[in-house]
């Protein structure tokens, strides 16, 4: 089974071209660039992962943290590789690992029409809290922002 193989570490500089690629087949107009990544990387206030799978990245998350508060910056998996458990890795792994940061309450943003993500941050625990009008462009649409409190070690 490949998900054997599977690893969730921190993100390192060497992972950014591959992620960058997630990141652009993902999200087109709006994704970031390495040097957007490499800018949060960088800082002591965020937590980054990757899954890799047999030497290749085949998902990422980001969290940016504030005192018992973080934001999901973003979660993607290669295409080719989605449904196959690793988004659902990745969240818990990222949950898993907060309280290490004194994080109690994680926040999120998705798209509205994005009822695959919103699926797995509800299973995960997480709850509608609200809507951000015109949040996202390209299209332009609503983002559900979701809330998880009670995070534990």
């Known amino acids: 089974m490949k998900e054997e193989s599977m690893q969730i570490r921190e993100m390192g500089i060497d992972d950014l ?21 490499l800018t949060y990387l960088i800082r002591d206030d965020t937590l980054f992962l990757s899954a890799e799978e047999n030497g290749e990245i085949v998902g990422y998350a980001g969290l940016l943290m ?5 934001d999901i910056l973003n979660i993607a ?5 989605r449904q196959s458990g690793i988004g659902t890795a990745l969240m818990e792994e990222l949950i898993r690992r907060a309280p290490e940061h004194g994080v109690v309450t994680i926040h999120l943003e998705v798209r509205e029409s994005n009822a695959q993500a919103a699926a797995l941050y509800e ?9 951000r009008k ?6 332009r649409e609503n983002a559900v922002t979701m809330t998880r409190t009670e995070v534990k070690k």
């Open 17 to 37: 071209a591959e992620v960058e690629d997630i990141e652009q087949d993902s999200f087109g107009d709006e994704a970031w660039s390495g040097t957007g990544f």
């Open 134 to 139: 015109d949040y996202y462009t390209n299209p």
């Open 66 to 70: 504030v005192p018992e508060e973080a």
């Open 123 to 131: 299973k995960e625990g997480f709850v509608r809290t609200g809507i």
């Open 77 to 81: 998996v290669r295409k080719d590789r």
